[in-house]
């Protein structure tokens, strides 16, 4: 019988998980920090990595930098928003 091949098995590293209290402080500071968005109005709740943001924002283009600077976070997992935007804004 002739030799066998050398298996290597590799496997990507879950990250470990970061405290959603943890994720709340960042996530809220990264909006803070925008100097493109408004977060006077915007709140951010935090369960199992999932980020619900609520509240009143001007136009579709703050969802959107919300949604970028949220997802920029480590350990967010998601990004659900549930925004509400003022007409004639």
């Given amino acids: 019988m002739g ?5 290597v ?7 470990t998980p970061v405290p959603d209290e943890a994720l709340t402080k960042s996530v809220a500071a990264a909006l803070h920090s925008d100097a493109y968005f408004n977060d006077e109005h915007v709140t951010v709740t935090i369960k199992n990595g999932v980020v619900t943001l609520q509240g009143i924002v001007f136009d579709e283009w703050d969802v959107r930098i919300a949604i970028r600077d949220a997802k920029r976070i480590a350990g967010v997992r998601r990004v659900v928003t549930d925004f509400y935007i003022p007409d004639g804004m």
């Fill in 3 to 7: 030799q066998l091949d050398q298996i």
């Fill in 9 to 15: 098995v590799t496997a990507r590293k879950r990250p």
